[in-house]
């Protein structure tokens, strides 16, 4: 197999979930920690390799990609023993893929980067309630997909369950989940935390995550 290197930050969602994907893997690899506020991701070198300057972006060999739904996709197609993280049956892919689109755009872009990316990065102190009020709309949507079955796409382990957790472990230092009200999803998680990999490869980064939203001291206003 060719050497492979993963360039993230911990705190990062989409790094922990590609962090997740090649720990399930066993994949031998490099982590390169990228330090987006010391603008480690704007140098002309980076620029070169990934002209969104984005983390995580995955290595290998002479070749690079970004965008974590590309990169755990590739990772099983390519190394992965079975299908079963990404399954090959076009069916069971679709409900994968539409998972996987969900995070992308209702979870990570519709509700944690929208908060986030203001207190990070604009001095911003507050966060409308309506941009919370969404938060809620991903914990009843997560809810009803796991009607029925353990995880997110179905009844085993995939690549999808490995983007979802990156972000519904992050986006609770906004709107923290009431586990009464998503029984489905709280078992859900204590599922995923038995995996041996997942404390080292999502739980640390999503406290940094947490930690540092917090340091913020930002306030809900109507």
């Given amino acids: 197999?060719?050497?492979?290197?993963?360039?993230?930050?911990?705190?990062?969602?989409?790094t922990r979930a590609c962090l997740l994907?090649?720990?399930?893997?066993?994949?031998?690899f490099e982590y390169v920690?990228?330090?987006?506020?010391?603008?480690?991701?704007?140098?002309?070198?980076?620029?070169?390799?990934?002209?969104?300057?984005?983390v995580p972006m995955l290595q290998d060999n002479e070749?690079?990609?970004?965008?974590?739904?590309?990169?755990?996709?590739?990772?099983?197609?390519?190394?992965?023993?079975?299908?079963?993280?990404?399954?090959?049956?076009?069916?069971?892919?679709?409900?994968?893929d539409q998972r996987l689109h969900f995070e992308s755009g209702v979870i990570f872009e519709g509700a944690l980067r929208r908060i986030t990316r203001p207190?990070?990065?604009?001095?911003?102190?507050?966060?409308?309630?309506?941009?919370?009020?969404?938060?809620?709309e991903v914990y009843n949507f997560v809810e009803t997909f796991l009607e029925g079955q353990d995880y997110i796409a179905g009844d085993h382990l995939t690549i999808a369950d490995f983007s979802v957790v990156?972000?519904?472990?992050?986006?609770?230092?906004?709107?923290?989940?009431d586990t009464a009200k998503y029984p489905k999803i709280a078992a859900w998680l204590e599922r995923l935390k038995e995996l041996p990999y997942y404390e080292e490869a999502?739980?640390?980064?999503?406290?940094q995550f947490v930690d540092l939203l917090k340091s913020k001291n930002?306030?809900?206003?109507?």
Avoid: C
């Avoid at 930002?218 to 109507?222: E, G, L, P, Q, S």
């Fill in 1 to 14: 197999m060719g050497k492979l290197w993963l360039y993230g930050l911990d705190a990062s969602p989409p």
């Fill in 21 to 28: 994907t090649l720990k399930a893997l066993e994949l031998p």
């Fill in 33 to 54: 920690q990228v330090n987006l506020f010391a603008s480690e991701h704007l140098t002309e070198d980076y620029m070169k390799k990934n002209p969104q300057h984005t």
């Fill in 63 to 96: 070749s690079y990609m970004w965008d974590s739904h590309a990169i755990m996709a590739y990772l099983v197609r390519k190394y992965a023993a079975t299908d079963d993280l990404y399954p090959r049956d076009l069916l069971q892919r679709a409900k994968v």
């Fill in 119 to 136: 207190l990070l990065f604009y001095g911003a102190n507050t966060v409308e309630q309506a941009k919370v009020d969404h938060v809620n």
């Fill in 166 to 177: 990156s972000t519904i472990t992050s986006i609770g230092v906004y709107l923290e989940l």
């Fill in 202 to 207: 999502n739980a640390k980064g999503a406290k």
């Fill in 218 to 222: 930002f306030t809900i206003v109507a």
